[in-house]
């Protein structure tokens, strides 16, 4: 039996990110999402991650200038969202919640939280900059037998600072 596999989705912005920025990627995220037909409470995670990434671009990196990529994979479902910087510092790689009442040091533990495994990578050339990278998968909805319930549990990250 000869199985067709479709071509994965892709799609590349490049922007100085500013103070609206997380809502203009959020939107056109979610309407690539929809647009690949890729689950809401994935595009949600995946609209979640990139725009935690780009906050970091603005506090991190001189210049707030990035670069988003966005790939999906139709045959197994799973987003992978690369947000590339120029900034020379690298993030940590084992996020931790560090002051619960601090403003910010929360973005990176939001990525981990909402994505099936995440990781940094340095340019092959040697160069500065950095793609902090991570893949969303589609949620696996098992239910007990005779559970009408449609409900999921996920793990809760608590954020105090107001949504943008």
Same mark, same amino acid.
């Given at each position: 039996?000869?199985?067709?596999?479709?071509?994965?989705?892709?799609?590349?912005?490049?922007?100085?990110?500013?103070?609206?920025?997380?809502?203009?990627?959020?939107?056109?995220?979610?309407?690539?999402?929809?647009?690949? #037909?890729?689950?809401?409470?994935?595009?949600?995670?995946?609209?979640?991650?990139?725009?935690?990434?780009?906050?970091?671009?603005?506090?991190?990196?001189?210049?707030?200038?990035?670069?988003?990529?966005?790939?999906?994979?139709?045959?197994?479902?799973?987003?992978?969202?690369?947000?590339?910087?120029?900034?020379?510092?690298?993030?940590?790689?084992?996020?931790?919640?560090?002051?619960?009442?601090?403003?910010?040091?929360?973005?990176?533990?939001?990525?981990?939280?909402?994505?099936?495994?995440?990781?940094?990578?340095?340019?092959?050339?040697?160069?500065?900059?950095?793609?902090?990278?991570?893949?969303?998968?589609?949620?696996?909805?098992?239910?007990? #037998?005779?559970?009408?319930?449609?409900?999921?549990?996920?793990?809760?990250? #608590?954020?105090?600072?107001?949504?943008?």
């Amino acid at each position: 039996m000869n199985k067709q596999t479709e071509q994965p989705h892709v799609y590349t912005l490049r922007l100085t990110v500013g103070t609206h920025s997380a809502r203009h990627v959020r939107r056109i995220v979610h309407r690539l999402c929809a647009d690949w #037909s890729v689950p809401p409470d994935t595009a949600d995670d995946l609209a979640l991650g990139v725009t935690e990434l780009l906050s970091n671009v603005v506090r991190h990196v001189p210049g707030a200038r990035a670069e988003v990529h966005l790939r999906h994979a139709p045959d197994d479902g799973h987003v992978r969202a690369e947000v590339t910087d120029d900034g020379p510092q690298l993030p940590q790689t084992a996020p931790a919640l560090a002051d619960p009442c601090a403003e910010g040091g929360r973005g990176l533990a939001i990525v981990a939280a909402v994505a099936a495994k995440w990781g940094v990578q340095r340019p092959e050339a040697g160069g500065e900059g950095k793609t902090v990278w991570f893949e969303c998968r589609p949620r696996a909805v098992t239910e007990p #037998s005779g559970c009408q319930s449609t409900a999921q549990v996920r793990p809760a990250v #608590s954020v105090d600072s107001p949504a943008t």
